[in-house]
C-alpha cells in the first residue's frame, strides 16, 4: 500500500470555489437536445413543457449553477431568429456539423431559458461569429433583455415573454481559431471588439462577455487577445479534451487496458500545465485577476461508441471518467483565482455525460455520481493544505497517486480525494489542522474492483456512491484513510 500524507489547514481560507465551476454544456449535437432534453409537449415521456421529467429531476440534484448554450460549433451555425415563434413554423436547417440531420428549432431562446429556469440554473449563451453577424448578435441580446418598446421586445413579447429574462454570461464566439471561422488571433480580437461593442448593457442587465479563446495550449492566441481585447471582456475560454489515443485515432470509452488508464489519468493533469500558463499570460495583461478564465469545454472525448452516429460523439462513461472528473475538480479548486467556470461537455448523451438515455430509459454515469459527490464544494472556502503523495508508476512513467482538496463550508470541512492506481489502496494520513478533534466524520466513495466499470440500462447501479469508513480518528485528530484502488471519496468532518 503506498502511503501519502496530507495537511489540512482548516482555519486558513485561500478563497472562494466558484459554484459556477460546476457548470454544464448543452449543444444541439446528437441526442444532447433532442431525446435527452426536449421531447416535446406533445410526447408521451413525462415532460414539464416539453422537457423530460425524469432527466430535469435527475439534473437538479447535481444543484447546476449555469449552463452553456446553444454550442460549441453548433453556436457559430445557429441563427436564432429561425428558433422563436410558433413551432410548427420554425425553420428546419441542416446540422451541417454534428452529423448532418435535420435540426428542426423546436429547441429555442424561450426553450432554453425555461429550462434554465426548471433546473434553478443561470444562463451562459454563445454568439454566432463565424456566420452570424453584428446586427444578428446586438438583437439577439435585445430580445433576450430589453426592457421597454423596441423592435425585438416588441417581437419577444408577441412570441409569449412580456417581461425580459436575466441574462448574465455571455459568449463572443466559440472556436473561431477552429470551427468558429478559422480566423487569426489578430483578426478575431478586432472582431470580438467589434462584435461586443453592439452586446449592449440594457438596463440592469450586465453582460459578463466572455472571449472565444484558445484550443488546449496556443498561447499566442491568449497573447494577443489578451493585449489587443483583455479590456473589452471579462472571461477568455479555455477549451481541453481528454482523448484516449490521438485526435485522428480516438479510442474507444471502455476497450481499455492499464496503459489506456494511465495515459487518460496523465492526460487529465496536463490541466494544470495548460491553466498555470495560460494564467501567466492573462496576468501580464490582468495582474489583479479582472478576467476570468472559462474552460467552457472540458472532458473525454472517446471514439463513439459501435454502431451509432459518429457526428453524435455518443461515447459511454465508466469509472475511468470518474476519475477525470475528480481530477480536474481539484485542478480548477487550485486555481480558483483565475477559474471562474467550467462547463463539462456534455450534459446529456454527448461526450463525457452526465446521463445517458434510450427512448424513455434513462442511466446516470459515474460523472453524474462525481458532479453529486463533490457539489459540497460550490461556493466553499478552499483551504490551504500541502500534500506528500507517493507514485503510481506504469512502464517507467509515473503520476501522483493521491489528489486532494478540501474546503469548508456552513461549519463543515469536505475533503475530496482520488487514488488514481488501479490495483493499490492508498494509506493517507491527514492532519487536521484548525479543527476540533472530536468533530463526526462521515464518507462516501465511488469504487469498483473493474477499471471500465460502468452503468448500463439493464444494471443501472454498477457504479454508484457508497457510505465510506474505512477511516480511524487518532487522539490528536489526525485522521488515518485507505482509499481503495481507484477510487473517489468525499469526506465530511462536522464541528
Ligand atoms: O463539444 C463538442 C465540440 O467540441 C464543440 O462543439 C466544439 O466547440 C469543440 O470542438
Redo the contacts with the bound molecule.
Keep these: 500500500m503506498t502511503k501519502a500524507s496530507v495537511v489540512v489547514n482548516a482555519d486558513v481560507a485561500l478563497g472562494t470555489i466558484d459554484r459556477n465551476i460546476y457548470g454544464q ?1 448543452a ?1 444541439h ?1 446528437g441526442r444532447c437536445i433532442y431525446e435527452g432534453l426536449w421531447v416535446g409537449e406533445d410526447a408521451e415521456t413525462p415532460n414539464i413543457d416539453g422537457i423530460r421529467k425524469d432527466v430535469l429531476e435527475a439534473l437538479k440534484n447535481l444543484s447546476i449553477p449555469v449552463l452553456r448554450w446553444p ?4 453556436a457559430d451555425e445557429y441563427h436564432w431568429k429561425d428558433g422563436v415563434g410558433p413551432r410548427e413554423g420554425r425553420k428546419r436547417m441542416v446540422n451541417t ?2 452529423g448532418g440531420v435535420v435540426e428542426n428549432n423546436h429547441f429555442g431562446t424561450h426553450e432554453f431559458f425555461r429550462l434554465c429556469e426548471l433546473l434553478e440554473t443561470e444562463p451562459y449563451i454563445c454568439g454566432n461569429v463565424g456566420s452570424g453577424s453584428v446586427r444578428e448578435m446586438s438583437e439577439w441580446v435585445e430580445y433576450m433583455t430589453f426592457d421597454g418598446e423596441s423592435p425585438m421586445a416588441k417581437w419577444r413579447q408577441e412570441n409569449g415573454r412580456e417581461k425580459p429574462w436575466k441574462l448574465k454570461y455571455f459568449g463572443v464566439g ?2 473561431n481559431w ?3 471561422g478559422n480566423m487569426r488571433a489578430e483578426y478575431y480580437a478586432d472582431e470580438y471588439r467589434r462584435y461586443q461593442t453592439y452586446s449592449r448593457n440594457y438596463g440592469d442587465n450586465k453582460l459578463f462577455k466572455i472571449a472565444g479563446g484558445p484550443n488546449v495550449d496556443d498561447y499566442h492566441w491568449t497573447e494577443v487577445l489578451m493585449r489587443e481585447a483583455g479590456r473589452h471582456m471579462d472571461g477568455l475560454s479555455l ?1 481541453n ?1 481528454t482523448i484516449a489515443g490521438s485526435w485522428e485515432e480516438k479510442k474507444q470509452a471502455l476497450d481499455f487496458e492499464e496503459d489506456g488508464w494511465f495515459e487518460v489519468m496523465k492526460k487529465s493533469l496536463h490541466m494544470d500545465e495548460l491553466i498555470t500558463r495560460h494564467s501567466t499570460i492573462m496576468d501580464k495583461y490582468d495582474p489583479e485577476k479582472r478576467v476570468s478564465l472559462i474552460v467552457d ?1 472540458w472532458g473525454t ?1 472517446f471514439l463513439h461508441e459501435p454502431g451509432t452516429n459518429p457526428g453524435f ?1 455518443y461515447q459511454q462513461n465508466s469509472l475511468r471518467d470518474a476519475l477525470v472528473a475528480g481530477l480536474h475538480f481539484h485542478i480548477f479548486h487550485k486555481h480558483h483565482e483565475r477559474v471562474k467556470m467550467t462547463n463539462i ?2 450534459m446529456v448523451n ?2 463525457q455525460a452526465m446521463i445517458l438515455t434510450e427512448g424513455d430509459k434513462m442511466v446516470l454515469t459515474p460523472t453524474y455520481h462525481v458532479f453529486e459527490m463533490f457539489k459540497v464544494h460550490q461556493d466553499a472556502e478552499v483551504l490551504q493544505m500541502s500534500v506528500d503523495s507517493g507514485d503510481y508508476e506504469l512502464n517507467g512513467d509515473s503520476v501522483p497517486q493521491v489528489s486532494v482538496s478540501a474546503s469548508r463550508k456552513n461549519g463543515e470541512v469536505h475533503i475530496s480525494l482520488c487514488n488514481v492506481n488501479p490495483s493499490a489502496e492508498a494509506g493517507v494520513s491527514l492532519d487536521l489542522r484548525g479543527i476540533g478533534a472530536d468533530g463526526q466524520v462521515s464518507g462516501r466513495v465511488l469504487t469498483s474492483d473493474v477499471m471500465q466499470a460502468h452503468n448500463t440500462f439493464e444494471q443501472p447501479d454498477t457504479v454508484k456512491p457508497q457510505p465510506f469508513e474505512n477511516f480511524e480518528r487518532g487522539e490528536s485528530g489526525a485522521l488515518s484513510v485507505t482509499l481503495p484502488p481507484m477510487s473517489v471519496t468525499v469526506l465530511t468532518i462536522r464541528g
Design positions: 454544456f449543444e449535437l454550442g460549441g460549433c453548433f456539423h454534428w466559440n472556436e477552429g470551427c468558429g477549451h479534451y469545454e472525448w460523439l461537455a456534455q454527448v461526450l
